[in-house]
């Protein structure tokens, strides 16, 4: 059981990830530099926070088109899990793992913040250790976490229990549907703009981030008896 | 070893939001517009301007590429729209290798 770290120039939360799987659930993890192309030792694919590509053109824009992403998608396509998280969530989109784009935040601010967020599909291999409609406590850190999508694609997601995660009470950056993360048809694949990782060492304060990681383990490791 | 002749060209391509997109920069750029004076002022859109330069056999050749470009690269087709004027720059003789 393997976690996979992609790192990109300008990506600044991969070590606070690999904090997270190694240092606290002691799981091998391998940091892979975005011009690697292999990705088949790989159980769980990471795509962290950051700027990846100074965020030039659009957030995630150019990093869609690194080698790595390449890998990533095939890794996708054979059913096994990945998440991105804040840039990792606008890299999926852009490359078109995930639908919908990420925008500008309403009020034009960047957004550093703890936020209450709800677990609106707890069935997923990363969040099946919440209980359904469970309110958590995650850390925002974000300019471009509006999220966008056409009518269309809003109602598939919403009919298809794709939205994972729902802002609580405020929201803090006009995303539609109040949503802060989504999943793939088969819940393999999730991106969301908090950041579960800097919500895990008891340290800090806070660890309703850690059953994510937990529960993807797990689910890897029952794959295999 | 061959020969061919190629063209370059210079395009300038506008990417800009898709209407139904919120542009909270537009908004806010537009309340600034109105505090100097200028009430009659409804609206305002802040989009990209970007010049490519390229040699391609022809026009045709030019206009495909770019629409390549822009699609998967210069402008997101989920949020934005784009278009873009082309002007052929000179004629360059290139050889290649066969």
């Known amino acids: 059981m393997k976690f996979g770290i992609l790192v990109f120039p300008g990506s600044n939360c991969d070590r606070d990830v ?12 391998r940091m892979v530099w975005h011009q690697d192309t292999d990705l088949s030792d790989i159980d769980v ?4 926070g950051g700027f990846s590509y100074g965020d030039y053109l659009r957030c995630g824009a150019i990093a869609r088109f690194s080698p790595i992403i390449r890998a990533t998608i095939d890794h996708v396509n054979a059913g096994k899990f990945a998440i991105g998280i804040c840039n990792g969530f606008q890299i999926l989109t852009e490359a078109g793992l995930l639908p919908g784009a990420l925008v500008r935040n309403r009020d034009l601010h960047f957004i550093c913040d703890r936020v209450p967020i709800r677990v609106v599909n707890n069935k997923t291999p990363w969040t099946r250790k919440y209980q359904s409609n469970e309110v958590i406590t995650l850390p925002i850190a974000h300019g471009e976490g509006c999220y966008y999508a056409d009518q269309k694609t809003l109602a598939q997601l919403e009919d298809n229990n794709q939205v994972v995660f729902r802002y609580e009470g405020d929201n803090p950056n006009g995303s539609l549907n109040n949503i ?25 304060g806070n660890t309703d981030g850690i059953k994510m990681f937990e529960a993807v383990l797990q689910q890897v490791v029952r794959a295999r008896v | 070893m061959g020969s061919f002749v190629a063209q370059t060209f210079q395009a300038k391509v506008y990417v800009t939001l898709r209407p139904s997109v919120l542009d909270p920069a537009g908004t806010a750029v537009r309340s600034g517009v109105q505090q100097m004076g200028y009430q009659n002022v409804e609206q305002i859109r802040i989009g990209k301007y970007i010049e490519v330069t390229l040699q391609a056999a022809d026009e045709a050749e030019a206009v495909q590429q770019l629409d390549q470009i822009c699609d998967r690269i210069l402008a997101n087709p989920v949020i934005e729209t784009y278009r873009f004027d082309l002007t052929p720059l000179s004629e360059t003789a290139t050889t290649t290798a066969h």
């Open chain 1, 45 to 48: 694919v990471v795509i962290p």
């Open chain 1, 180 to 204: 802060a993360g989504i999943c793939n048809q088969s819940g393999t694949v999730v991106g969301m703009m908090p950041h579960p990782e800097r919500a895990a060492d008891p340290m800090l």
């Open chain 1, 18 to 29: 690999a904090w997270v799987t190694q240092g606290l659930l002691n799981k091998p993890t």
